[in-house]
């Protein structure tokens, strides 16, 4: 007989929104197989699990595969796609906001240096 294992799954369809779920499956679970078991392919038809190109997971923050084994305590975390660039995004927001408001140096107190 396997040991069962406890496995923790986690997608964002949203912004600002978590679907978690704990699964408890057997030992020598894949990825593929704990998504299938978990439901969460059933309630979110948006990910693409056999188009290699489109589905991104991980395990604790780290690049995994549909046939990855997992272990106990794993923390699977399902990754959708950017719409915006990082860094575009940022140096927007950065104009608009303005370079005397934001970064190390916004805040001065009355009487100090610059910088300071």
Not at 34 to 53: K, N, V, Y
Not at 86 to 108: H, N, W, Y
Request: net charge positive; charged share 30%.
């Amino acid at each position: 007989m396997s040991a069962a294992i406890t496995i923790t799954l986690l997608y964002s369809p949203a912004p600002r929104v978590v679907d978690e779920r704990t699964l408890r499956c057997k030992a020598g679970t894949t990825v593929e197989q704990a998504l299938d078991q978990s439901g969460l392919l059933r309630d979110h038809p948006d990910i693409a699990l056999h188009d290699t190109d489109a589905f991104v997971a991980g395990i604790w923050g780290r690049k995994t595969t549909p046939n990855h084994v997992l272990r106990d305590l794993d923390r699977i975390e399902i990754y959708r796609a950017l719409t915006v660039d990082p860094m575009v995004a940022r140096r927007e927001r950065f104009q608009k906001q303005g370079a005397g408001r934001t970064g190390l140096f916004s805040k001065r107190r009355p009487g100090a240096k610059p910088g300071y």
